[in-house]
């Protein structure tokens, strides 16, 4: 291919070994009120997709496998203010 720079790029927070699969981790982690109510509406509604702030999440998911060449990733949400 010659020279080329990467027009992507992204960190991986860690790595599962699920039995022998590589795994990947990814960590989110906000303090909003906007995190708190589009988690709400992903209980209500079941797909993340529909929503602008997660779908860029399942955008980098989606880099970060096709550039590893694994097939399982672990995406988790945090916020402290959803926790009891």
């Known amino acids: 291919m010659g020279n080329f720079e990467s027009l992507v790029g992204s960190t991986i927070d860690g790595w599962f070994n699920n039995n022998g699969d590589l795994e990947l981790l990814e960590i ?3 303090d909003s ?3 708190s ?3 709400e509406e992903y209980s209500i509604n ?3 997709l529909i929503s602008k702030y997660f779908f860029k999440y399942y ?3 989606q880099m970060q496998l096709s550039c ?3 097939e399982h990733y672990n995406l988790f949400f ?4 959803c926790t009891g």
């Open 59 to 61: 955008v980098q998911a």
């Open 28 to 30: 989110k982690s906000s």
């Open 37 to 39: 109510s589009v988690i």
């Open 78 to 81: 945090f916020n402290r203010r």
């Open 68 to 70: 590893t060449g694994l």
């Open 46 to 48: 079941g797909n993340f």
């Open 33 to 35: 009120n906007y995190m």
